[in-house]
């Protein structure tokens, strides 16, 4: 999955899916964008083609014409929000000094999303990739595949952070995982429980962790 994407379909994600008389948004593009939103809101099983095709006002024949099943669909809207998520995440880490102001910037960003201050990642539902996985279980499908994927992707961004810090490449790896597991862990907790102050409390706990791991 790529990490560019182009700024016509990201309107999309901020409830906005129609052209605002810049470039016209292709009906792939909007069929995307439009599966995207339902599935990240109700789930993908939940939604049937027929609700894409009538949310979207696209032809059968056209969406057909570019995805050939509903998995296709599904694969296509997974990698639009690796973009956008990636894209966002990483402008966030880039605004400060990797290091431990890069692990503190992690978390505010998180906070951020969770209530609702990041517009074009959509009102807070969860992670898509973790809700998409827990639809197809099996490890080995494709769309499983995809999810476990875009989490390596997210570890790729958070472990400069980490190596700013000087630590052992062992250390530094275990920081890493944990500082994943706090992150991941707020996230569960803030969809399933409402929990919209995890991030600052996990937030809280990797500063502990990164102050105690700076002194020794």
């Known amino acids: ?70 998995e296709a669909l599904v694969m296509a809207a997974l990698e639009h929000r690796d973009e956008i998520y ?17 692990v503190a910037e992690l978390f505010r960003a998180l906070d951020d999303w969770f209530n609702g201050r990041v517009e074009k990642l959509s009102p807070f539902n969860g992670c898509f990739f973790i ?9 080995q499908h494709p769309i499983h595949r995809a999810c476990a994927a875009h989490k390596g992707r997210v570890a ?11 630590l052992s490449p062992r250390r530094a790896q275990a920081i890493c995982e944990t500082l ?17 102050d995890a991030a600052r409390r996990a937030g809280r706990t990797a500063g502990l962790l990164i102050d105690a791991v700076s002194g020794e």
């Open 1 to 70: 999955m790529s990490t560019k994407v182009d700024k016509s379909v990201s309107r999309c994600q901020a409830g906005d899916c129609r052209d605002n008389g810049t470039k016209a948004m292709d009906k792939r593009e909007h069929l995307v964008c439009t599966a995207l939103s339902l599935f990240y809101r109700h789930g993908i099983h939940a939604v049937g083609i027929n609700r894409v095709l009538e949310e979207s006002g696209v032809a059968k024949k056209t969406l057909y014409h570019h995805f050939e099943s509903k």
């Open 156 to 166: 790729a961004l958070v472990r400069p952070q980490v190596d700013a810090l000087g």
């Open 180 to 196: 994943l597991l706090l992150k991941e862990g707020a996230t569960v907790k803030a969809h399933v429980q409402g929990d919209l």
């Open 131 to 139: 809700n998409a996985s827990a639809e197809y279980s099996d490890r």
């Open 86 to 102: 990636l894209e966002w995440f990483g402008e966030r880490l880039a605004r400060v000094p990797a290091g431990s102001r890069g």
